[in-house]
C-alpha cells in the first residue's frame, strides 16, 4: 500500500513493489519498468526510486560518495537501534576496516577446509528428505544446510545453530508479513544471540583458525582491535545474511530442477556444465532482488532528479535481464557464458560469502542429482519484497 502522508516530495508512483500483480510476477513487472521508467519511482515507504538498469545499478554500487550506505540498506527500513550490521552499513574506507577480518574465513584454503564436514551433512539432510511421507525441501534440506553450513564456517555449536535457524526463520516471517513491530522485536533477540555468542568466546577463546569470533578477535586490524560492539556487529550480519537468502536460492534451484526434467537428466549423466549452470541460476533467481543506498545529493539520472536523502534500492534481480547486457535476457539458458549477473553484488560492498554460497550450490546439485527423479509437490510458496527465490518447495520423487 502506498503511503498516504510523509511522502518525499515530488517522487511518482510508478509502481509498488507489494502489489498483487507485482508479488504474482516480478519479472515481468521489473521487465515493464526497464522499457517504461527504468528510474522508477515508488510512493511506498515514504517513497523511494528503484534502479533497474544494469549500468545504472553498477555505477550506483561503486559511487558510494553519492550513493551512501550508511544511512539506510533495505527497503522499508530496519529497525536502526541494536547492533550496527557491518561492514555492510558502512563505506570505504571504513568498510575495510572489517572486511579485511571477516575476508580470512572465506579465503579458499578455509573453504576446502569446510567443504567435506559440508556435503557430510548435505548427505545426510538428503536421506531423511528422500524418506520422509511429505518431502519439503526447504525445512527439509535447505534450511537445515544454510544453518549448518554456517556453523561449520563459523565454528558454532549444535545449539547455537537451532536457535539461530528459528530466529532467522521467525524474523524473516514478519519482514514479509510487513510486522515491523514484530520484526523489531526479533531483530532485538537476534542482537542477543550476537551478543551472548560474543560474550561466550571472549570468556572462552577458541582456535581462531575455526572459529570466526576468536578468529577475529585474533585479528590485528588498522586502528586497533575490533572493540565488543563492532565484533557483536559482524556476527549478527553473518547470522541472517548467512543463511536466510542462501535458502531461498536452493530452494529456487531445486525448483527449476523440479520443471526441467531433461536438465534433471542431464545433471545425473554428467553432461551438463555445473559450473555455468550455477551461475546461470544466480543471475535468474538472485535472492538478494535489491539492496538499498541513499543519495548523498540532488542527482540525476535517465532524466530523473533523485533527491539528495531519497533511498535508492539496487535492483539486482533487474539488471540480471538487462537486454543491453544479456542476450536473450528472460531465457534461462544454462551454459550462457559469459555471464555477469549481479546476484552478489558490485563494488565496495560485494558479498563475502560468494564463495560458500556456490560451495552450498554445487553440494546442492551433487544432492539433487543423487536423488530419484523429482517432480513438483502440491504447495509452492516465493519471497516478498525485498527478497527472490523460493521459500516453501514440496516435492514428488518417482518410486
Known sequence: MAADDGVRPMIPHDWDPTSADVQADPQAALLDLRGRCPVAGSQNWGGFYTLTKYDDVVMASKDYARFTATVQTVIPASPRKGLPRLPLQKDPPEAMRYRKGLNLFFKENRIRAIEAPTRALAEQLAETLRAAEAPEFGTGFAAPFTVGSLCILAGMDLNEAEELGRLGHDYVAAVQGLDMPQAGKISQA??????????????????????????????????????????????????????????????????????????????????????????????????????????????????????????????????????????????????????????????????????????????????????????????????????????????????
Not at 582491535?225 to 534451484?253: D, K, T, W
Not at 548523498?296 to 535492483?315: F, H, K, M, S, Y
Not at 560468494?354 to 551433487?366: E, F, S
Open 190 to 399: 537476534i542482537d542477543g544471540f550476537a551478543i551472548a555468542l560474543v560474550k561466550d568466546r571472549v570468556a572462552k577463546p577458541r582456535d581462531p583458525e575455526t572459529d570466526i569470533v576468536s578468529g577475529l578477535m585474533a585479528f590485528a586490524p588498522e586502528g586497533g582491535p575490533y572493540s565488543f560492539e563492532e565484533l557483536a556487529g559482524m556476527v549478527r550480519l553473518m547470522l541472517i545474511g548467512g543463511h536466510v537468502v542462501p535458502r531461498n536460492f536452493l530452494c529456487s534451484m531445486a525448483w527449476h530442477l523440479a520443471r526441467d526434467a531433461d536438465l534433471q537428466a542431464r545433471l545425473r549423466d554428467g553432461t551438463a556444465d555445473r559450473r555455468l549452470l550455477i551461475e546461470e541460476m544466480l543471475r535468474c533467481y538472485a535472492p538478494n532482488q535489491a539492496l538499498v543506498r541513499v543519495a548523498t545529493e540532488d542527482t540525476e539520472l535517465r532524466g530523473v532528479t533523485i533527491p539528495q536523502g531519497c533511498p535508492v534500492a539496487l535492483n539486482y534481480l533487474s539488471a540480471n535481464r538487462d537486454p543491453d547486457v544479456f542476450d536473450a535476457p528472460m531465457d534461462f539458458i544454462a551454459d550462457r557464458s559469459p555471464n555477469r549477473h549481479l546476484a552478489f553484488g558490485i563494488g565496495p560492498h560485494i558479498c563475502l560469502g560468494q564463495a560458500v554460497a556456490k560451495l552450498q550450490a554445487r553440494i546442492t546439485l551433487d544432492v539433487l542429482a543423487a536423488l530419484p527423479a523429482f517432480t513438483l509437490g502440491d504447495n509452492t510458496r516465493w519471497a516478498r519484497w525485498t527478497e527472490y527465490g523460493v521459500t516453501h518447495l514440496d516435492l514428488r520423487f518417482a518410486s
